[in-house]
T-cell receptor, first 112, second 112 residues
Framework: GQQVMQIPQYQHVQEGEDFTTYCNSS?????IQWYKQRPGGHPVFLIQ?????EVKKQKRLTFQFGEAKKNSSLHITATQTTDVGTYFC????????????FGRGTQLTVWP | DGGITQSPKYLFRKEGQNVTLSCEQN?????MYWYRQDPGQGLRLIYY???????QKGDIAEGYSVSREKKESFPLTVTSAQKNPTAFYLC???????????FGQGTRLTVV
């Protein structure tokens, strides 16, 4: 069945370093979404990418959607302690309509 | 305020007892979802519903049951058949397909 795989599972960085998490789907996605979950909190929507090859930026965060619409990445430039949390990718589509497939998430720790 | 509400935030139950987790939304969303999250784990889909009086099993439905009698409500029952019920449970809702999901604050269930 449909799977959304995300790597790495954990990432520890020094404040100021960059961070990237990667997401891959076994099938073509109609779109890709990214969520952030702060420790003890719930996932909060960050952004949605729809077009093949799309790139979007939110301040220090850069999101990309692959040309084949099967992979995506989130890059954070110059991490800050406020970036701590788990970042999830999620995609609609595949064999079961109406279902949102989540990756396992990348847990980011930022050392001051 | 529009949103999705889960209650209670913390729940304790004795082993062998069924327990029902509440999820209510006033966003007029057709789709609702239940996810389970274990420490260091991603979001695993338990059940989802795209329309009133209809729902589908997710990846880990065994030991759980749901109902969707009203558009606003999607309660989850954790039955005594669920072998390891202690976890963080998240409810979400969305317009069906291709849109962001809104999450509740979550219910942390501890079974002793």
């Amino acid at each position: 069945g449909q799977q959304v795989m995300q790597i790495p599972q954990y990432q520890h960085v020094q404040e100021g370093e960059d961070f990237t998490t990667y997401c891959n789907s076994s099938t073509t996605l109609s779109n890709i979404q990214w969520y952030k979950q702060r420790p003890g909190g719930h996932p909060v929507f960050l952004i949605q990418l729809v077009k093949s090859g799309e790139v979007k930026k939110q301040k220090r965060l850069t999101f990309q959607f692959g040309e084949a619409k099967k992979n995506s990445s989130l890059h954070i430039t110059a991490t800050q302690t406020t970036d701590v949390g788990t970042y999830f990718c999620a995609g609609w589509g595949g064999s079961t309509l109406g279902r949102l497939y989540f990756g396992r998430g990348t847990q980011l720790t930022v050392w001051p | 305020d529009g949103g999705i509400t889960q209650s209670p935030k913390y729940l304790f139950r004795k082993e062998g007892q069924n327990v029902t987790l509440s999820c209510e939304q006033n966003l007029n969303h057709d789709a609702m979802y239940w996810y389970r999250q274990d420490p260091g784990q991603g979001l695993r889909l338990i059940y989802y519903s795209q329309i009133v009086n209809d729902f589908q099993k997710g990846d880990i439905a065994e030991g759980y049951s749901v109902s969707r009698e009203k558009k606003e409500s999607f309660p989850l029952t954790v039955t005594s058949a669920q072998k390891n019920p202690t976890a963080f449970y998240l409810c979400a809702s969305s317009i069906v397909g291709n849109t962001e999901a809104f999450f509740g604050q979550g219910t942390r269930l501890t079974v002793v």
